[in-house]
């Protein structure tokens, strides 16, 4: 976490701080704590280009892609029942599709190039009378490529339907301006722009208009769409580092291309080495890659107590499974077998990045002598 943000949370947790429930406005305790949180739902509407009614707090971009995706289709269901995502998106949103089939939703899972890239000629051709919903991530999570939501908004944009997007991995990296770019519903995740995890965001564009059926029902807190006490030391921790994301962009980014550049150089020292993802269109800080002859799995044993890697996203990291993303970009055998991905970002140093780098091609170049032996 960003050290501002972890100071920021705790003047809310003792007794001399905001500790009340921002929800109890008959008492003085309760009106600060009310007053922080809708001064952060402030900064942070500002710094993405929305009114504040418009950003509704959750648990992260978990929830926030839950209640977006079904909340549209329950609600607006009547109007049609055919939903467009693609292939390489977040558990969250596969699995939120899956439970909308089961219920008589029709999914059409989009698949990009091996690139990973999606094509907008393809989103607009799957259209049909009864789509009410596109959802596509900015950034995928596994893989680092970026999709041109810009355009891609701007051409749903006339069309009969709602365009909801995943920004969970591009929120604080990625310059998004809501008063341009006419997205209807967008998630956020605290924890991926060094804020608190368990703590992030839906905005919903003319909240409404756009009326969206709950997930949960209770006291009526977040316009009825996210009832709960209000963690205030949650929220004043994401917006304190969303602002200082917002501020450190063009730094953060710089510093995360410097690292990329390090490591890709060392690791092209190898023969066989494969990167996944398009080059000019991905952020930096994620580097998806493979290594002839030598298993993910292998490897991550090798160096799991120096650097953190990961064979997929962490939500799948429990499962031995190949990435559905990297099989969706039609990437297979070895290649797919034998990626991993590795991400850095603000707090990291070259020295680390050099030491992680050196350490991955000691451990390549080990394990595949030992398939010679």
Do not use: W
């Not at 059409?108 to 799957?126: E, F, K």
């Not at 789509?131 to 701007?154: C, K, P, Y």
């Not at 190949?322 to 970002?345: K, N, Q, T």
Request: net charge negative; glycine share 8%.
């Amino acid at each position: 976490m960003a050290p501002e943000a972890v100071t920021a949370m705790l003047q809310c947790l003792t007794g001399d701080g905001a500790f009340a429930n921002p929800a109890s406005l008959q008492h003085h305790f309760g009106e600060r704590a009310h007053a922080l949180i809708e001064d952060a739902r402030a900064d942070m509407a500002k710094s993405l280009g929305c009114k504040s009614s418009e950003l509704i707090f959750t648990s992260g971009a978990t929830e926030s892609n839950n209640l977006a995706i079904k909340g549209i289709a329950l609600r607006y269901q009547h109007k049609g029942r055919h939903i467009i995502t693609s292939a390489t998106e977040h558990k969250s949103i596969l699995d939120c599709c899956k439970y909308l089939e089961g219920i008589g939703f029709q999914i059409t899972y989009l698949r990009p190039d091996q690139q990973g890239q999606l094509s907008l000629d393809c989103i607009l051709a799957a259209l049909t009378e009864q789509t009410i919903l596109v959802s596509l991530m900015q950034v995928n999570n596994e893989t680092g490529v970026i999709q041109d939501i810009d355009r891609i908004a701007h051409a749903l944009k006339d069309k009969d339907l709602f365009f909801h997007v995943d920004a969970a991995q591009s929120a604080g990296k990625l310059n998004i301006n809501l008063a341009n770019t006419p997205i209807d519903l967008l998630s956020l995740s605290g924890h991926k722009f060094y804020g608190p995890k368990g703590i992030g965001g839906l905005f919903v564009r003319n909240r409404k208009q756009t009326q969206l059926t709950p997930l949960l029902h209770g006291g009526g807190q977040e316009y009825g769409l996210r009832p709960g006490t209000l963690p205030t030391h949650q929220i004043i921790g994401m917006a304190t580092a969303f602002r200082i994301a917002d501020e450190s962009m063009q730094e953060d980014y710089q510093h995360c291309q410097r690292l990329a550049d390090i490591l890709t150089a060392q690791l092209k020292q190898l023969d066989g080495v494969h990167f996944n993802g398009a080059p000019a269109h991905k952020l930096a800080n994620i580097i998806n890659v493979s290594f002839d002859q030598v298993g993910a799995d292998a490897l991550m044993i090798a160096l799991r107590d120096e650097i953190a890697m990961a064979s997929g996203s962490a939500c799948n990291s429990g499962a031995i499974e190949a990435s559905h993303v990297l099989r969706a970009m039609g990437i297979e055998g070895d290649r797919l077998y034998g990626a991993v991905r590795i991400s850095f970002g603000r707090y990291n140093t070259e020295a680390e990045i050099k030491q992680a780098g050196q350490r991955m091609v000691e451990e390549v170049a080990r394990l595949r002598q030992l398939t010679l032996e």
